[in-house]
């Protein structure tokens, strides 16, 4: 059974920082695209970044320069590091896995979601 949960959520003022944790279990991590996703109120689910098997990033143009994905396979955790946090950003954020190595846009398994907010 695959498992992802997310940790490090919480309440930050604008432009301060944040790091988001994802640990899988069930799967070959090392094999699999990861990604994150989130979901601001009234909005619709957005994709934000992802990491293929072998560490190459993609991120989405309102997120390019502040946030750094990457992953650790030891430990079978992804990190994204969130910086010079906006308002904008305040949403539930989901990671994401693949059960391939090169998915752009990994969604066969997710996590159960993580509160970020950010105060103006």
């Known amino acids: 059974q695959v498992q992802l949960v997310e940790s490090g959520g919480g309440l930050v003022q604008t432009g301060g920082s944040l790091r988001l944790s994802c640990a899988a279990s069930?799967?070959?991590?090392?094999?699999?695209?990861m990604g994150w996703y989130r979901q601001a109120p009234g909005k619709q689910r957005e994709w934000v970044s992802s990491?293929?098997?072998?560490?190459?990033?993609e991120y989405a143009v309102s997120v390019l320069g502040r946030f750094t994905l990457s992953r650790d396979n030891a430990k079978n955790t992804v990190y994204l590091q969130m910086k010079n946090l906006k308002p904008e950003d305040t949403a539930v954020y989901y990671c994401?896995?693949?059960?391939?190595?090169?998915?752009?846009?990994?969604?066969?398994?997710w996590g159960q979601g993580t509160q970020v907010t950010v105060s103006s």
């Open positions: 990491i293929s098997a072998g560490g190459s990033t």
């Open positions: 069930g799967i070959i991590f090392r094999n699999n695209a």
């Open positions: 994401a896995a693949d059960r391939g190595p090169l998915a752009r846009r990994p969604t066969d398994y």
